[in-house]
């Protein structure tokens, strides 16, 4: 048993990792189905698949062989020391020394003891899996994480909706050699729509994650009403906020239930859903359905087009009436038709919001009260539409590649 558990202790952290990357595998193709057939990359997938679990396969062929091993020698251990035992219990009735009777009452006391001990020692490997499972668990728990929704912190029932970056540097910590921001100062007043444009990869998605607080500034302070969003309560800051992203995300439930989950509680009334909805620019079209706001929308939203879940993505966002808006390219995987549909949503959800908007199609943001040009790390431009064009920059220069 000792041997059996010795060996299942170290099999079990390597077929763990194994298994690991082989879900892991499994998982991406079976979430991204569509793309996966669409690519015609099953094959590659399965080939993926059968090459990552070749590791697990390997050591479960190992773990049996050594646990097979481990069986045989107890069970081969137990009978010969059975034999030995009566052997050795003949010999002594033989000499005398003892009686049948008194052979037999050892014998078997001996045996039901070991029989017992050997009941607890074969839960022993189960003891060794647990103990590994509580160490993966405790390292998880472990981990030290400075954003804890649990703090206390200031917590504000209304805000005007004035927001800033000072002195803001920042890097992912899975990438501290890449400095993605160095010193940015942004100022957004209440009610003031700000857009951040820039090439690919510059970081305005990062001022969002920033101002979300999914991470914290290595240097300098986001703040939200002059407060450092660090000593306020993360709840009460995010409650403030809504996003909505370019790739919305809906549950399997019904269309008035994804649109009250956008609640604190994700309890309102069909009023509430209603009104959220009209403002969205998506009642006319719940109501076109059989079921109306009953319709269940499918898993992740699977029974409607793009912009409808765009839509009823910014119902949820507005029902809870958020000061500040936050939107990562809502538009952008959207056809011209759909877009102009939620481009109006979101033209009237931004009345008297304040709005970080990022567009890569500056027709949409250039009525903004600020325009700030983001590039290495550092705002390079920031103006009006027209004092950008006049400034024959970045901006400008982007702005007629676009036709504009
Ligand atoms: N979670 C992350 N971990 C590590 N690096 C990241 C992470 N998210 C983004 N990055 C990197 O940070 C940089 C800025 O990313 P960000 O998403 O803010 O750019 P962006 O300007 O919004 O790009 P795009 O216009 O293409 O959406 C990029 O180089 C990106 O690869």
Redesign the pocket.
């Known amino acids: 048993q000792y041997l059996e558990l010795a060996s299942l202790t170290g099999f079990g952290e390597k077929t763990r990792k194994a298994y690991e990357s082989s879900g892991q595998v499994a998982g991406e193709a079976i979430a991204n189905i569509r793309t996966v057939v669409s690519l015609a990359k099953e094959e590659t997938f399965e080939a993926r698949y059968f090459e990552v679990t070749r590791e697990p396969h390997k050591y479960a062929l190992h773990k049996a062989l050594f646990a097979s091993f481990g069986f045989a020698l107890s069970q081969g251990v137990a009978y010969w020391s059975y034999s030995i035992g009566f052997y050795g219990g003949y010999r002594l009735v033989e000499a005398g020394i003892l009686g049948w009777g008194q052979m037999f009452e050892c014998m078997f006391s001996i045996v039901f003891t070991a029989m017992s001990l050997g009941h607890i020692t074969a839960e022993l490997p189960k003891f060794a899996k647990g103990k590994q499972s509580a160490i993966n668990i405790y390292e998880l728990l472990d981990k030290d994480t400075t954003i804890d929704a649990d703090k206390e912190g200031i917590q504000l029932d209304t805000v005007s909706g004035s927001l800033a970056l000072e002195k803001v540097d920042f890097h ?4 501290p050699d ?1 400095q ?1 921001f160095k010193n940015v100062d942004i100022k957004v007043k209440p009610s003031q729509t700000v857009a ?1 444009v ?12 920033l101002l979300e607080r999914w991470y914290d500034a290595d240097g300098g302070k986001v703040t939200l009403e002059n407060y450092d969003i660090r000593d306020m309560q993360l709840h009460n800051v995010r409650q403030h906020m809504a996003l909505v992203g370019q790739e919305p995300v809906l549950f399997d439930m019904s269309i008035k239930e994804n649109i009250l989950y956008g609640l604190p509680n994700g309890e309102g009334t069909m009023e509430q859903a209603e009104s959220a909805a009209k403002l969205a620019n998506i009642h006319n079209f719940v109501m076109s359905l059989p079921n109306g706001y009953d319709t269940n929308v499918g898993d992740k939203g699977s029974q409607l087009s793009g912009g409808q879940k765009q839509r009823i993505a910014i119902a949820r966002a507005m029902i809870r009436n958020p000061k500040i808006l936050l939107l ?2 809502a538009t952008s995987a959207l056809d011209s038709e759909s877009e102009k549909l939620v481009q109006e949503a979101l033209d009237k959800a931004r009345y008297g919001r304040t709005t970080i908007v ?1 567009a ?1 199609r500056l027709s949409t943001i250039q009525d903004a009260d600020l325009i700030l040009v ?1 590039k290495n790390g550092q705002i390079v431009e920031s103006g009006r539409h027209f004092e950008l064009i006049d400034l024959r920059g970045i901006y400008a220069d982007l702005c007629q590649k676009q036709n504009l």
């Open positions: 992912y910590p899975t990438r890449i993605i951040l820039g090439p690919s990869g510059c970081g305005k998605s990062t001022v969002i994650a990562d390219e990022i890569h983001v």
